[in-house]
C-alpha cells in the first residue's frame, strides 16, 4: 500500500521539490497550495518527473481553510496521512527594534500556528493507528539568530520548540517527530526578500551584511531536491534523529554557532568594520560572504 503523504506549501521551492521527490519515491503526495491555478509550475514539473501530485487548495494561516482542506483529503484517503511535512512559511526582514508586534504575529501565525493546525489535523488518526511521521521544515535560522530577520528568527525557533515537544509527546504512540533545518536552496525567495525597513537609518550595518549573506548564499545555493531526499530518507530510516541540518551553510552554521561562547557571538556583531565582521564570520563558521 502507497505510503500518503501531504506536503503544504507545495508550489515552490522546498515543497515542491520534496512533493515531486517523495512521488517520484511511489508516495501518494497530496501538495497544498493557496491557488491551484497559480501551480502551473508545480504541474509541469511533476509531469516532466512522471509523477502526480494531488493538489489541495488551502491557506495554513487560516483554522477553518485548514479543517476543510484536510477534511477533503482525509475523504479521499479513507482518513490516512502517514507523512504530514509542515513545509509552508514566510519570511521577511526587520530588525527588532522596527518589526511592528503586528508583523511578529502574522508570521508567528504562518510559521508556527500554520504547523500546529495541519499536525492537529492529523495526529488523530496516527495515534489511532500508532504511526506515521510529522515533518517540521525550521531553518538554520531556527538554530543561529539569523541578522535583522528578527520575526522569522524567532518564529523558527519557537517551530524548533514545538518539534522537541512534540517528539515525545508522541513517541509513546509511534509517531516520529523530524526536524529539517535547511540553510540556503535555489529558490525564488531570496531575490523576493528585499525589504530593509530601516526607518531610523541606525541599522545599515546589519542590512548590508543580511543582504551580503543572501548573495553568498544564492551563489552557492543547493538544489531543493536535496531536501527533499533528506526528508524522504528521515522518515523511512531505521535509525531515525530527530533533526537533519541541510543545504548550503546549513551545518557549519549550526555547528559553528554551537562551538562559540556566547561572548563570541556578541563579539561578532559588535564589529564596525565590514571586512572585519566578514573575516570573523569566515573564522567561525568556514563561510567566505564575500563574492
Known sequence: MSTISVVTGANSGIGRATAIHLAAQGHTVYGTVRSISKATKLQAMADEAGVSIELVELDI???????????????????????????????????AEECPTSYYLDVMNVNLCGAVRCSQAVLPGMRERRRGAIVNI??????????????????????????????????PFGIRVVIVEPGVTKSAIFAKNIDAPNQSGAYDAAYRRLFQFYAAGMANATDPFEVGAVIHHAVTT?????????????????????AMTDHEWVALGAHEDDDAYYDDFKAKFGLELRL
Not at 67 to 93: K, M, S
Not at 149 to 171: F, I, N, P
Not at 241 to 249: A, D, I
Open 238 to 258: 531505521d535509525q531515525p534523529q530527530l533533526r537533519y541540518p541541510v543545504s548550503w551553510g546549513g551545518t557549519e552554521l549550526i555547528e559553528g554557532r554551537a
Open 61 to 95: 494561516a487560516d483554522d477553518d481553510s485548514v479543517q476543510q482542506g484536510f477534511a477533503r483529503i482525509l475523504e479521499a484517503t479513507d482518513g490516512v496521512v502517514d507523512v504530514l511535512v509542515n513545509n509552508a512559511g514566510v519570511g521577511g526582514n526587520a530588525v
Open 138 to 171: 525550521t531553518s538554520i535560522a531556527g538554530r543561529i539568530a539569523a541578522l535583522a530577520q528578527t520575526a522569522y528568527v524567532t518564529s523558527k525557533w519557537a517551530l524548533e520548540g514545538l518539534s522537541e515537544g512534540m517528539a515525545q509527546e508522541l513517541a
